[in-house]
């Protein structure tokens, strides 16, 4: 409104009649799984954010803080589909690294170099920046340049330090001492390189003995991971709980489940305790939508006595059937891979919310970045997958889609949980 301080002509432009309602953002997915890396920047350090709900917009911010696709897990191709699908907001809660260490549960790789005198002691110790095993590919040559004489007045002793990894050489630093000054070795490597930081724990002014020596004892303390860090905890904001305070989220999906079923490391109950405790989750929250994936390598016929088995009863949660092929891009050789479809099922929710309503199913849509389907399936064995989860199926001629809604209430039909059904026949 003008303020009418001095005489004039005001204009005023006055609304008559209600304004539209505005749209809002209703699908913001939480993926939860396994990551290349989980780090973040704060204050100009990198911190780990293993465990911690974290927000990224687009792909490229993701491979900044989480890394790239790598073997063993299903997350990075489930995050890469959610925004070429038209996902837009994520929180990516990174419950284990699987290429850069997590230095809360890795040690870095280290060495200890003794004084060159008549009696050696230890003097400097070296370390990798990045903990784990990768520290162990690090060697150091050391050669020591001792002022000629006796004559205190020539300085102290000064070295050359050469790193290498994998054999090749990657960083030199001349003339550097272990007393105080600007070529302190300390504070060289704390501000110069990038693999390696050193610390003087012996006399200052001397200077290291001459040789090569390589870095050991960086490992990973590997751990299995259980319901109970999927579940997480509101106090230290960590899994599920990590993401009650953030009210956007709208979808949960944990694609990396199927990683730990593959590998082993648990078994059918674990699937359907973690899943159940998902769906849980979604019913505490109210406003939060859980996106499951069936067992890898089923059959039509599989999936309904899976579903019957697990009996979910919900109506905040959807089970997405077959896996889906994809383009294998964890080593660029060109071939493909099955994933599960979890992930880019939530980037056609975004999509269709944002470009149609939520009050538009996400139906007879289009699976973007779909190569294939794990499973053909034709008529009779999409409604035998679908009739215990009364939901319908819909056959799609070309490119594969999504049928069916989201999920029903179990008391307006008899199933709970909806299953769904994709063809490409």
Same mark, same amino acid.
């Given at each position: ?311 979910? !009863?919900? $109506? %905040?949660?959807?089970?997405?059937? =077959?896996?889906? #092929? &994809?383009?294998?891009?964890?080593? +660029?050789? @060109? ?17 269709? !919310?944002? $470009? %149609?309503?939520?009050?538009?199913? =996400?139906?007879? #849509? &289009?699976?973007?970045?779909?190569? +294939?389907? @794990? ?51």
């Amino acid at each position: 409104m003008p303020s009418y301080l001095s005489p004039g002509v005001y204009m005023e432009e006055v609304d008559r009649g209600s304004k539209p309602i505005e749209s809002v953002g209703t699908a913001v997915a939480a993926f939860i799984g396994y990551t290349e890396k989980a780090t973040d920047v704060k204050n100009g350090q990198q911190v780990s954010v293993v465990g911690k709900p974290t927000l990224v917009t687009n792909w490229s911010q993701y491979v900044q803080k989480f890394g790239g696709f790598i073997k063993g897990a299903y997350l990075p191709d489930s995050v890469y589909g959610y925004f070429a699908n038209g996902g837009s907001i994520a929180y990516i809660v990174s419950l284990k690294t699987l290429g850069e260490a997590d230095p809360e549960s890795s040690t870095a790789a280290k060495t200890v170099i003794n004084s060159d005198d008549a009696k050696p002691a230890k003097l400097l110790e070296l370390a990798a920046k990045k903990s784990g095993p990768g520290g162990n590919n690090i060697e150091v040559d050391i050669k020591t340049t001792k002022p000629e004489g006796d004559d205190k007045k020539a300085g102290p002793a000064t070295f050359t330090l050469t790193i290498k990894e994998n054999g090749s050489v990657k960083e030199t630093f001349p003339d550097l001492t272990t007393g105080k000054g600007d070529n302190n070795v300390q504070t060289v490597l704390e501000t110069k390189s990038q693999l390696l930081v050193a610390t003087v724990v012996g006399k200052a002014e001397l200077a290291p003995a001459s040789g090569s020596f390589a870095l050991s004892g960086g490992a990973v303390e590997e751990k299995a991971i259980t319901l109970k860090d999927y579940q997480g905890s509101t106090i230290d904001r960590t899994g599920f709980g990590g993401l009650e305070a953030f009210d956007d989220v709208t979808m949960l999906v944990a694609p990396d489940l199927m990683t730990a079923y593959e590998a082993g490391e648990i078994d059918k109950k674990g699937v359907q305790a973690v899943q159940q405790a998902m769906i849980d989750y979604c019913e505490l929250v109210r406003y939060c939508f859980a996106i499951l994936d069936p067992l890898p390598n089923l059959m039509p016929q599989e999936v309904k006595e899976w579903r019957l088995e697990v009996n979910y !009863d919900s $109506t %905040r949660a959807a089970l997405y059937y =077959p896996w889906i #092929e &994809t383009a294998d891009l964890t080593d +660029g050789a @060109g071939r493909t891979r099955l994933v599960p479809p979890s992930g880019h099922m939530a980037g056609v929710y975004a999509r269709v !919310d944002g $470009t %149609r309503g939520v009050h538009k199913a =996400p139906a007879n #849509e &289009t699976i973007r970045t779909v190569l +294939g389907l @794990g499973v053909r399936s034709r008529r009779a064995s999409r409604t035998c997958s679908t009739r215990s989860a009364s939901t319908a199926s819909v056959r799609s001629p070309a490119a594969a889609s999504a049928f069916g809604a989201r999920a029903r209430s179990a008391v307006m039909r008899r199933g709970g949980i909806s299953t769904f059904a994709a063809s490409s026949i």
